[in-house]
């Protein structure tokens, strides 16, 4: 029997209106798919393009369970919403994609690292602290040592709640919260893979993607797919992250990230119930784009085909150094000339240094032309502000 | 000096709120351009996902005028607009493309078929007249043979406003307006070729497209692209494409439909100044899909790469006999297990028969395998009715 989503009383709401959100609504309008979404902010980038868009706190409880309850199907664009509000939604029947255990088991870090150990999955080793301070501790006794990766358990984003500790000193002014301290790997390359899984069970997987990271920033500068790693490697990458997904049995889609190190193998760094930025060159390279997919991952719509058309890369505009207020594209119109580049602008008004304002997509037969050319777009572009 | 049209005080007004229209807000959403859109219907399409959108009659004098004086560039997704106001905003300094020439030329049959005989622009003879009821004379006397095909020389869309009269019979119940008879060509292939043309004068042409009728109600089966037609022939078609386009020195997007003739010369139909049904398969299968490129080329930035990553094909989404009512688009979920199949579900709540309701295009490395599995879609999905 048909599924009658399309043009229909269907409804489905999404939490969060951000820019994946506003990605996903090309699909949902594509395909005459009705949608509410709610965000915090008036000014959230989903406010138009959805068919009712409620401003509301994503992580309090009776504004989650209001907004969901008579929606037909709930999915996020984010992580951070209130979980105990879309666990009381599916005991009482409404649908929620990624399902609430998804998001318990990501949220909070120490548990999603725990997740991998008790699959048997590939992930650096790690140690647990209920506060910061105990850290000192586990040093002065032996049980840690520099350097270290700390990361706050609970949220924490682009970024932010994610440390390299070198030394002591590197230890002041961490919030005395929740953590892990993780082994720091010396990795080859950042990779990463998203597998789509629908309410059947069918999955697939897309190829895996490079990601190279600004040294200081702690941001993606380039997304590359394919990746330009051996084949055994992409293999490899691609197992660990259909394992995941296979012990995860979440529904939707699913960001693997991992690391390759010197000797070829896959840890797993972290993970995402959502569209992800490493997906983002899909839209122009895939035959079937993230965000189209994950509707269809949601709805229980026959999966899409992942390969890609061409090669994509994808470099993300973040707000220059010096510059803040009312933001300027500066050069838009020369990268515009050369081949095969997209820029999707967020919307925001505002530039401040490193804000993610946007992103440039470079397709090409050739990665390594589209390589070329995406250095040459990262070189001219600059997001400063008037 | 970088044009600052994203996230900034840029007004782009857009004439018309239809699909098309839903189509380009896809691009100025990706760009962040402020849009205000004008329609007729309340539940237009684009009535969501504009910045502003006015309710109001595109054939109105003042409503036009009124619309467009504090955009600062004014486009149109439909060429049934009122000149006039447009003609009068573009006096008084607001960028108007196309150019109300340009609709001028375009929107009177007539005229337009002076266009291309005034400047050897190869096209069908053809005879005008003010009234219908001048046909009878003009058979009378011998200056007029059946068949011909009948085309009104004032608006008509989508097939109606054209018939193919074949005998005294067929001219029963024509309304008695200006109207041309123009020689029924006997053509191989009906063909379309779209022009980009942005103000600074660079020029791109797509690739030709061959569009497949349905016998009995005029509208398009399938647009195939790459056609599959000899190269010199293609390379024939874009030459004639490019002429047009020159001559009429339009600003924006020209999509010139022609046929190719037994003798394999080319003969042009119509043109239509604005994003075209015919280059719809361009969002999945090309480098620069045809919606970005009209924003590109009105904007007066750089054109995009008009070839294609990959062969497409689209199909027309059209209302079943004997449908009428709520719209169901049965077996949608069985084409989407297809190899690149992507539907796009127009929005209209109510189908009837032969309304153009959607289109789906399939893309693939190969044009054969696309055209395969084209036929599968159109076998397997029926927009009915509940």
């Known amino acids: 029997m048909t599924k009658n989503y399309f043009s229909s009383d ?7 209106g951000g820019q994946l959100g506003k990605m996903l609504l090309y699909e949902t309008r594509k395909f005459d798919i009705y949608t509410r979404v709610m965000d915090a902010s008036s000014e959230a980038p989903c406010r138009i393009a959805c068919n009712e868009f409620i401003q509301g706190d994503l992580l309090d409880f009776e504004s989650v369970y209001n907004f969901g309850k008579d929606v037909d199907l709930l999915t996020i664009e984010i992580e951070n919403v209130n979980v105990e509000a879309l666990e009381k939604l599916e005991e009482e029947g409404i649908t929620v994609y990624p399902q609430p255990r998804v998001l318990r088991t990501i949220q909070n870090k120490a548990r999603q690292k725990l997740f991998y150990v ?6 650096a080793p790690f140690s647990r602290f209920a506060y910061s301070s105990e850290i000192r501790e586990s040093i002065a006794h032996g049980g840690l040592s520099f350097p270290f990766v700390w990361k706050s358990a609970q949220f924490g984003y682009d970024g932010k709640g994610v440390k390299v500790v070198r ?6 002014n961490l919030p005395n919260v929740e953590c892990i301290a993780e082994e ?7 990779l990463a893979v998203i597998v789509a899984r629908n309410a059947d069970g069918e999955e697939k997987a897309y190829p895996v993607v490079e990601m190279e990271f600004h040294p200081e920033a702690n941001q993606v500068e380039y997304v590359i797919c394919p990746a330009r790693i051996p084949d055994a490697v992409a293999r490899k990458a691609q197992d660990v992250a259909l394992k995941v997904s296979r012990e995860l049995h979440h529904v939707g889609l699913l960001a693997v990230e991992m690391f390759q190190t010197r000797d070829n193998e896959i840890l797993i760094n972290e993970m995402a119930p959502r ?4 997906g983002h060159y899909s ?12 509707i269809r991952a949601i709805l229980n719509l026959p999966l899409g085909n992942t390969e890609s058309k061409v090669a994509g890369i994808m470099v993300n505009l973040v707000g220059a150094e010096g510059y803040t207020g009312n933001v300027v594209y500066e050069n838009i119109d020369e990268i515009l000339q050369l081949d095969g580049v997209v820029p999707h602008i967020y919307g925001k008004k505002e530039t401040r240094p490193f804000r993610k304002m946007g992103h440039v997509t470079i397709v090409n037969q050739d990665v390594d032309k589209a390589r070329e050319i995406a250095e040459t777009v990262k070189k001219k572009i600059r997001v400063i502000s008037n």
């Open 10 to 16: 269907f409804k489905l709401g999404i939490l969060g």
């Open 118 to 123: 008790d699959h048997n999955l590939p992930t």
């Open 167 to 172: 030394s002591e000193k590197d230890l002041e």
């Open 184 to 190: 720091l790997i010396d990795f080859e390359n950042e």
């Open 275 to 278: 569209p992800h930025n490493s």
């Open 283 to 294: 839209i122009e390279a895939s035959y079937t784009n993230q965000f189209e997919q994950h």
